[in-house]
């Protein structure tokens, strides 16, 4: 079933949409994963399943949106002093925050949903936040990788290690960094 874009911004779709991810954010914390369903957040969010499966499709879909919604970044990157101390600060905050137990969940939830929509979403969200150090990085004069070069060699091996078992410690993040800062150069 194809999940349905927000039909009307704000308004009693706006506050659904809220109830109901406050409903799964809870249901989450309270109980195992499995245990959840879309009769138990409808009954929460105080909407009827219907609700949820007319908006949603399925389960599944609707926790990768709470998951989109969860990695939206809610800051713009810190300023260390130069385009290669903010990158570094970033990765190795955004490798952390991935590979954490919820973090990996997310990233789950959102791969795993029937579209890509999700995905490309926090795709964006990632080139987004790249972007701002690469802008601020030229504003200061200095070069700065391409942004596809970054989420190419540093994003993608970040959470391709996190998928699969090895993750990145911040040695391993840092020298990401420097590959890709020296090859711009």
Same mark, same amino acid.
């Given at each position: 079933?194809?999940?349905?874009?927000?039909?009307?911004?704000?308004?009693?779709?706006?506050?659904?949409?809220?109830?109901?991810?406050?409903?799964?954010?809870?249901?989450?914390?309270?109980?195992?994963?499995?245990?959840?369903?879309?009769?138990?957040?409808?009954?929460?969010?105080?909407?009827?399943?219907?609700?949820?499966?007319?908006?949603?499709?399925?389960?599944?879909?609707?926790?990768?949106?709470?998951?989109?919604?969860?990695?939206?970044?809610?800051?713009?990157?810190?300023?260390?002093?130069?385009g290669k101390?903010?990158?570094?600060?970033?990765?190795?905050?955004?490798?952390?925050?991935?590979?954490?137990?919820?973090?990996?969940?997310?990233?789950?939830?959102?791969?795993?949903?029937?579209?890509?929509?999700?995905?490309?979403?926090?795709?964006?969200?990632?080139?987004?936040? =790249?972007?701002?150090?690469?802008?601020?990085?030229?504003?200061?004069?200095? =070069?700065?990788?391409?942004?596809?070069?970054?989420?190419?060699?540093?994003?993608?091996? =970040?959470i391709y290690? =996190?998928?699969?078992?090895?993750?990145?410690?911040?040695?391993?993040?840092?020298?990401?960094?420097?590959?890709?800062?020296?090859?711009?150069?």
């Amino acid at each position: 079933m194809a999940v349905k874009e927000n039909l009307r911004p704000g308004g009693r779709s706006a506050r659904v949409q809220a109830s109901v991810h406050k409903a799964v954010r809870e249901l989450l914390a309270e109980m195992n994963r499995a245990e959840v369903t879309i009769p138990l957040i409808a009954a929460k969010a105080g909407v009827t399943p219907s609700t949820i499966y007319r908006r949603w499709g399925d389960l599944q879909e609707l926790l990768a949106d709470v998951a989109v919604e969860r990695l939206r970044p809610d800051m713009q990157p810190i300023d260390a002093g130069s385009g290669k101390a903010d990158l570094e600060a970033w990765a190795d905050q955004y490798a952390e925050e991935m590979s954490s137990g919820p973090g990996r969940e997310m990233i789950r939830d959102v791969l795993a949903a029937q579209t890509g929509e999700n995905a490309c979403k926090c795709a964006e969200y990632t080139r987004q936040q =790249i972007a701002f150090i690469a802008d601020r990085a030229r504003a200061r004069g200095e =070069i700065f990788p391409d942004v596809d070069a970054v989420m190419d060699q540093v994003v993608a091996p =970040i959470i391709y290690r =996190i998928l699969f078992g090895d993750v990145p410690d911040s040695a391993r993040v840092r020298d990401l960094v420097a590959r890709v800062v020296n090859t711009s150069g």
